[in-house]
């Protein structure tokens, strides 16, 4: 309907679209994981549009509502259609990113895994659901659903189903076995992040014997689906000479992103340390990756600014790695963990004075020696430190 006259249309923000209080407002896309920055008067009259008003009544800004008409911020209805436009209370800092954990269990016994020792079971469905709301009520953006497995989940096809309204990005974090063209039907969600640790054989050396020619069952499935993908690869060695082999693929995909990092020796990692690359042979294939991401540093701190893990037990940690570092029981209360979270600015780092430090920002915390020393492998990469 957007060829309509859009001041004798009645403007709707879009489904995918959502306005969100962070530290500024902004307006978010969930579909497209875009996110805008507007300012007081913008936001005023975006949530006015709640389908019950014609665009003449809001507004005479021809300039902006165009904008947001092509950007599928707004849409044109030839009639009324009420919607309600929940604005969230902002904190600081905004709680962007949650990682819900809602399992230990997995199909596989991946040879890098540093959840291979925890024993949480399955988090309840009411539990998964209300911490949902309540990040989506916080401001939150992307969701990942993460595990274990969560294909295992037996309550996976319910919470997806009744978190689609949250106006958040859902992403499922999976290893893409157990994804067939019986279940995709019910993965409705915005997107499948696969993990990709390799061709046939470095794969099938980080996960086991068969997991590729699945993964990649997995993986045509959801093309066929239409659901958008992207990929998630840890460098190791038995992948150092498959790279182009994935990004051939890859590329042919059309996937999102290509997430690519050097493992942390914990876990089963750590039993299987011949299995890590040296940086020297490493930070070469870093330059493959391509896209966005989500626990990176921002406006002056470092890692994990906006980023969050609730494991399937509800205890709150700054990632997955971080474990025995509770911050809080998400059931109880998912900002009161969060703002427990102490955020560490860049200039109190070990590294405060080097040259990268603008670009690395300091890199991943838990590879570092300790929370304010160097990660050796951003100094790698930025050729700080011997390689």
């Known amino acids: 309907m957007n060829d309509l006259n859009w001041a004798e249309a009645y403007l709707r923000l879009c489904k995918k679209a959502s306005l969100k209080i962070l530290e500024i407002p902004f307006v978010y896309h969930a579909g ?6 507007i300012d007081d008067l913008a936001k005023d009259f975006l949530s006015k549009c709640n389908g019950a008003r ?10 902006f509502v165009q904008y947001c008409i092509e950007e599928e911020i707004l849409e044109l209805l030839p009639a009324p259609d009420l919607v309600n436009i929940f604005v969230n209370e902002a904190i600081n800092p905004s709680l962007r990113y949650l990682e819900l954990q809602l399992l230990d269990r997995c199909n596989l016994k991946c040879h890098h ?50 978190t689609a309204d949250l106006n958040l990005r859902r992403v499922l974090f999976t290893n ?12 409705d969600v915005d997107e499948i992040q696969f ?22 069952k997995g993986i045509q499935a959801a093309k066929k689906a239409g659901i958008p993908i992207s990929f998630a690869t840890m460098i190791h060695k038995g992948n150092l000479r498959e790279f182009d082999k994935m990004k051939i693929f890859i590329e042919q995909t059309e996937a999102l992103e290509w997430g690519i990092d050097f493992p942390v020796a914990a876990g089963s990692l750590d039993n299987n340390r011949d299995l890590l690359a040296s940086y020297k042979e490493a930070v070469p294939l870093v330059s493959y990756a391509f896209g966005g991401g989500y626990h990176g540093s921002s406006e002056g701190y470092a890692c994990g600014r906006h980023l969050i893990t609730v494991m399937p037990d509800g205890n709150t940690v700054k990632c997955g790695f971080y474990n025995k570092d509770i911050l809080g029981d998400a059931r109880m209360g998912l900002k009161e963990a969060w703002l427990k979270l102490k955020h560490i600015p860049v200039d109190q780092l ?11 920002a300091g890199g991943c915390r838990f590879r570092a020696s300790n929370s304010l020393a160097p990660d050796p492998v951003m100094c790698a990469i930025y050729g700080i430190s011997e390689l």
Do not use: V
């Open 176 to 187: 893409g076995t157990l994804i067939n063209s019986d279940n995709i039907g019910s993965l």
């Open 113 to 162: 895994c540093y959840l291979c020792q925890m024993k949480y079971g399955d988090m309840a469905l009411s539990d998964a659901l209300n911490i949902t709301r309540e990040f989506s009520e916080i401001g939150g953006l992307r969701l990942m659903i993460s595990g274990g497995e969560p294909l295992l989940y037996k309550d996976l096809e319910s919470f997806i189903a009744r």
């Open 54 to 63: 014609k665009g003449k009544e809001l507004t005479s800004d021809y300039d």
């Open 32 to 37: 497209r994981d875009e996110l805008y920055e």
């Open 350 to 360: 070990e590294c405060k004075n080097c040259p990268a430090l603008a670009e690395c």
């Open 195 to 216: 993990s990709l640790d390799g061709w046939t054989e470095g794969h099938d050396m980080l996960r086991g014997k068969g997991s590729f020619e699945r993964a990649m």
